[in-house]
């Protein structure tokens, strides 16, 4: 429909008419290509914020693994020095021998 539009108007010479239908098509272009380029950035917006909740529930998870580790490494170091104070004193301090 648009061609024939536009082969009318070059065979009458409605350089006017001529220069609208090109308008039209270039600014439908561009209005098209804006509006995948809007879509493309809300999508990487999204999957940005996808993996920061991800990396975030991670790094969560890693802290309290790691203060497990120091409360049960705490533990077994004051088992070592009260073992070290034994060894040393041949007193127990309240533990068992």
């Keep these: 429909m648009l061609l024939r ?11 006017t008419a001529i220069g609208i ?6 600014v439908g272009v561009f209005v098209g ?17 996808s993996y ?3 990396i975030h529930a991670d790094l969560e998870s890693d802290l309290a ?10 533990v077994v170091s004051d088992y070592g020095r009260t073992g070290l104070a034994y060894a040393e004193t041949g007193e127990a301090r309240g533990v068992s021998q």
């Design 5 to 15: 539009r536009v082969i009318e108007h070059f065979r009458k010479q409605q350089w």
């Design 21 to 26: 239908d090109f308008v039209i098509v270039v």
């Design 33 to 49: 290509l804006q509006a995948a380029t809007w879509n493309e950035a809300r999508v990487d917006r999204e999957r940005a914020h």
């Design 52 to 54: 920061l909740e991800r």
């Design 65 to 74: 693994n790691y203060r497990d580790r120091l409360a049960f490494w705490s």
